[in-house]
């Protein structure tokens, strides 16, 4: 099974509306990520969470990490078709266990369709 | 500042050969990882490496492989190509290469074909 879970695999929205992507774990996140990628090419960097109960936003995308750090959702407010695209959460789960070391998990993805 | 940069970008391959993938981290990162992108095992880790060190490998055979150059340059290596090895295989550089406190930044990828 996979170690991050992130809900709903698929998303088709009307534009203009709110939506919200989760992103689970059964162990504590280090480190929680979220990127963008459209079909075919790399990710694009959204934001990082490190601390539990951290809200991030960036135009209209917001990121939260829970209190006990194993769960991040992110919220897009007013959809465009600009947001279109697959969202994955990234994080480190092994923590300072890795030694510190650079490896990031990632979850499924979450397929983003905004319908104009 | 310039971006994470893989060459080549396409790659068509027969099954038995070898292919080798180049990365260019973002000027200062020392920490380049590679991962592999299929439809249905999604973003897979292959390895880190970290000043020329491999820090950090992935479930992956040895048929993969990398390395690291002194200016932070990364190649992976995969041989004898199975027609599972079929991807989207994607770079990223990082700052500090700790991965709670420095997030990985991507290349495009290289979209290798086995047939």
């Known amino acids: 099974s996979q170690e991050l879970e992130q809900s709903p695999q698929s998303l088709i929205v009307q534009e203009g509306k709110n939506l919200t992507i989760n992103c689970t774990s059964s162990?504590?996140?280090?480190?929680l990520y979220w990127y963008k990628q459209k079909y075919g090419e790399g990710l694009i960097f959204l934001m990082m969470?490190?601390?539990?109960?951290e809200e991030k936003s960036h135009e209209k995308i917001t990121a939260k990490l829970d209190e006990k750090k194993q769960q991040s959702s992110l919220h897009i407010t007013a959809s465009q078709p600009s947001h279109a695209g697959i969202y994955l959460c990234g994080a480190d789960i092994a923590g300072r266990n890795s030694g510190g070391y650079q490896k990031v998990t990632f979850g499924t993805g979450t397929k983003l369709q905004v319908i104009p | 500042k310039a971006g994470v940069t893989q060459t080549p970008r396409y790659l068509i391959k027969t099954r038995g050969q070898q292919v080798t993938l180049s990365c260019s981290p973002i000027s200062g990162h020392r920490s380049v990882s590679w991962y592999q992108q299929t439809p249905g095992q999604g973003l897979q880790f292959l390895f880190e490496y970290f000043s020329e060190t491999q820090r950090n490998k992935g479930n992956f055979p040895g048929r993969f492989s990398g390395r690291q150059f002194s200016n932070s340059r990364s190649e992976m290596n995969v041989s004898t190509l199975e027609l599972g090895d079929s991807a989207l295989y994607l770079c990223a550089s990082s700052s500090r290469g700790s991965s709670y406190n420095s997030p990985l930044h991507f290349g495009n990828g290289t979209r290798l074909t086995v047939t």
């Open positions: 969470l490190q601390k539990g109960g």
């Open positions: 162990k504590t996140l280090y480190g």
